[in-house]
């Protein structure tokens, strides 16, 4: 069965540090693996998206890498900023059953 | 686009009572999901759709829950009778599920329920 696991589960920053996020998981026999960001109160939003065949994927100062092998992604952060606080998720697609597996989530503080 | 609307946002009800979770997708999206959310557990997937038809309830806890998708527009989650342990909040989710090794879910956001 596969276990998605994010450590640590809260991470507190100043302002201006690259910071990396990490997220495990059992099974290497994955799809994509996906980074989404929720803010208090709210929804997910998906982030990055990364497919199985790919290393890494960027978006502005968001940059997510995979290692299917050794079951290892992570989010960099470059220079954070107070409304990168949130609250970050990732999870892996197995198959082409549309299910995602989510893990717990690592909650950011990004002190001013 | 509005995006995925829930309703209600906040829902407080006392044990044994029967509670109803709305859902309208993004149009023309033709999956569905509705997961739930609490400390404990973090983000499980309950039931999905696909062209309204449920495809995947292995995630329902147990009988007293029930979802239906009557059209491509609307969907319900229902417990019934709830309790304190249905306490969480729970999220809707719709997919354009135009490649499935790519899927990618638009959430709402989100119904906080407490059973007390």
């Known amino acids: 069965k596969q276990e998605v696991t994010q450590i640590p589960a809260a991470l507190s920053v100043p302002e201006g540090e690259n910071l990396v996020l990490n997220c495990s998981f059992t099974d290497s026999a994955i799809y994509n693996l996906q980074w989404f960001r929720q803010d208090p109160g709210k929804g997910l939003t998906s982030l990055l998206l990364?497919?199985?065949?790919?290393r890494e994927q960027t978006s502005g100062r968001l940059n997510a890498s995979l290692d299917k092998s050794s079951g290892r992604s992570t989010l960099y952060i470059a220079a954070s900023q107070p409304g990168d606080s949130a609250t970050y998720l990732c999870a892996v697609q197995m198959d082409s059953s549309y299910k995602l597996i989510f893990g717990s989530g690592t909650r950011l503080l990004v002190r001013p | 686009d509005a995006g995925v609307i829930q309703s209600p946002r906040h829902e407080v009800t006392e044990m044994g009572q029967e509670v109803t979770l709305r859902c309208k997708p993004i149009?023309?999206?033709?999956?569905l999901f509705w997961y739930r959310q609490t400390m404990m557990r973090g983000l499980e997937l309950l039931i999905y759709f696909n062209n309204n038809v449920p495809i995947d309830d292995s995630g329902m806890p147990e009988d007293r829950f029930s979802a239906k998708m009557p059209n491509a527009s609307f969907s319900t989650l229902k417990i019934q009778p709830s309790e304190p342990r249905d306490s969480a909040v729970y999220f809707c989710?719709?997919?354009?599920?135009?490649?499935?090794?790519?899927?990618?879910?638009?959430f709402g956001e989100g119904s906080r329920l407490t059973v007390l």
């Open positions: 989710a719709s997919s354009s599920g135009q490649d499935f090794r790519r899927v990618r879910l638009f």
């Open positions: 990364i497919q199985s065949s790919q």
């Open positions: 149009s023309g999206h033709d999956y």
